[in-house]
């Protein structure tokens, strides 16, 4: 089994920053890729940012430029730090790992999420 459990989830006034943690531990063998995935009342989830293993990102249009997703590898750690954060970021934002288990079975694990509030 893969667990992940985020933190660092809060509420904040725009313009101010905040960073996620996402911890992963079970039997992994190695995380090809690592994302944040956020959902707003009443709104799909989509993804914000990811990072592979071979340091590939992948961002929202969004958060570009004001996001930045990374990762370490010794702590199975990864982070999302958030500046200049915007109402428009209010979500619940969601930890999503890809790896291989210790059994090489590649499998998907998501965390239970945590909430970030943006006030103006």
């Known amino acids: 089994q893969v667990q992940l459990v985020e933190s660092g989830g809060g509420l904040v006034q725009a313009g101010g920053s905040l960073r996620l943690s996402c911890v992963a531990s079970?039997?992994?063998?190695?995380?090809?890729?690592m994302g944040w995935y956020r959902q707003a009342p009443g709104k799909p989830r989509e993804l914000v940012a990811s990072?592979?293993?071979?340091?590939?990102?992948n961002y929202a249009d969004s958060v570009k430029g004001r996001f930045t997703i990374s990762r370490d590898d010794a702590k199975r750690t990864a982070y999302l730090q958030m500046d200049n954060l915007k109402p428009e970021d209010t979500a619940v934002y969601y930890c999503?790992?890809?790896?291989?288990?210790?059994?090489?079975?590649?499998?998907?694990?998501w965390g239970q999420g945590t909430q970030v509030t943006v006030s103006s």
């Open positions: 999503n790992a890809q790896v291989t288990t210790t059994q090489k079975r590649a499998i998907g694990s």
């Open positions: 990072l592979s293993s071979g340091r590939y990102t």
């Open positions: 079970g039997d992994i063998f190695l995380i090809y890729v």
